[in-house]
């Protein structure tokens, strides 16, 4: 039944199903602790909300489905996912990781787990050479992002996941930015997807939370261990407003995409701006990989001002009115953020400007209102 429905009938439909007790069409809140059991171990399937709860477990299937999975887990935070993947590992492990990252995984990976002798190497995996360099014995884990953040670079799935699988490496793929509307790792042969459910696929700017879907009987078996064991699960009326959320997320990203590629190109042709760099333009780098891999080319890009003027382009992320200056992405509402003083402040300027991030660089987070308003906003900000 499942692996029939497209994807947009999938958003509403995978793993859902009428409430038993009442028909009630949406899964209702099951605000509860605990459940109740007729003899000792005798159940309905639920004995304790942190084990599972029927709101959390209604969203974890649906996730599955949409990524093409057979298992969903959902966590409190992308975080305390990222968190509950890297305990697969052991002391003394290494992780190949990806240089360009989303900031709070690099955070967690050399502030938290390298305490624990979990040795983490990162490189630009746009060379597979550079992979293969660093694999020994001790390589148990493959970890990419792609489009990456804020520099919309694309990493090619399908050929990380040969060199995972020629290594027997656990091959992990942060899908947050894409969404599975856009791409979906496991058909390219990733063994675990990871996501921030914070961003696109809540997308409403009201819920913080994170999953991971995998194929693998026996990393699920590991991971749900993890989860019980560790406990950072989301609440039920979080999960209720996730999988609300998801309804559209087909038709909320395809709004995205549009938007974003009008703006690529109004940005592209403005005689201020010095690169826009979005996957969809054909100049992008990466352009012919993100065709092969991504349905359209998301609603995430950057872009850079000729001089590349830190004070212009503060002045310009001040004044726009329906871009709002702020962290975060993925909402309805459009966002612009200045990685230089903002997300990157921390990385050391020689570090920050080899990857690209640049004095004048700005990220949009492009969202669903009037793309004519969008780019009017834009315009007079710009001039
Ligand atoms: C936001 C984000 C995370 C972290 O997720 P939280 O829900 O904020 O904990 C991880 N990866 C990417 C790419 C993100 O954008």
């Known amino acids: 039944m499942l692996k029939k429905m497209k994807f947009a009938t999938k958003t509403i439909h995978a793993g859902q199903k009428p409430d038993k007790s009442t028909g009630a069409i949406m899964t209702p809140i099951y605000q509860t602790s605990t459940y109740i059991q007729e003899s000792p171990g005798k159940h309905n399937g639920y004995e304790y909300s942190r084990t599972g709860n029927p709101t959390r477990s209604a969203l974890e299937r649906n996730i599955a489905g949409l990524e093409s999975g057979k298992y969903g887990l959902c966590f409190g935070s992308g975080l305390a996912a990222i968190d509950a993947i890297i305990k697969l590992l052991n002391p003394g492990d290494e992780v190949i990781s990806t240089n360009d990252l989303y900031g709070g995984s690099y955070r967690i990976f050399t502030k938290i787990f390298a305490k624990y002798n979990i040795k983490f190497h990162f490189v630009d995996m746009s060379g597979l050479n550079n992979i293969s360099k660093l694999i020994s014995s001790k390589t148990k884990m493959l970890w990419t992002e792609t489009p990456t953040n804020p520099m919309l670079n694309i990493v090619d799935i399908s050929a990380l996941s040969k060199v995972a699988k020629k290594h027997d490496l656990i091959f992990v793929v942060d899908n947050t930015f894409a969404t599975p509307y856009l791409q979906r790792p496991i058909e390219h042969g990733a063994d675990i997807v990871m ?36 406990g950072a699960v989301p609440g039920p009326m979080d999960s209720f407003l996730v999988l609300r959320g998801i309804k559209t997320l087909h038709v909320r990203m395809q709004r ?22 979005y996957p969809g333009l054909t100049t992008h780098k990466n352009h012919e990989i993100a065709k092969l891999q991504m349905k359209d080319f998301g609603g995430m890009m950057s872009f850079s001002l000729k001089g590349d003027s830190l004070d212009d382009a503060i002045k310009i992320v001040s004044n726009t009115h329906f871009f709002t200056l702020a962290e975060s992405l993925g909402g309805v509402e459009s966002l612009c953020g200045h990685p230089a003083t903002m997300t990157h402040a921390a990385i050391p300027i020689e570090e920050r400007l080899k990857s690209g991030v640049t004095d004048s660089l700005i990220r949009l987070s492009v969202g669903i209102e009037d793309v004519d308003d969008l780019i009017y906003d834009l315009k007079s900000s710009l001039d």
Not at 208 to 219: E, K, S
Not at 257 to 273: G, Q, R, S, T, Y
């Open 256 to 277: 995205h995409c549009d938007n974003a590629k009008e703006i690529a190109e109004f940005l592209n042709k403005h005689p201020k701006i010095q690169t826009v760099y």
């Open 195 to 230: 996501h921030s459910l914070t961003k696109y696929m809540g997308g409403h700017s009201d819920v913080v939370m994170g999953a991971i879907v995998c194929n693998d009987d026996d990393i699920a078996e590991k991971l749900y261990f993890i989860q019980n064991s560790c």
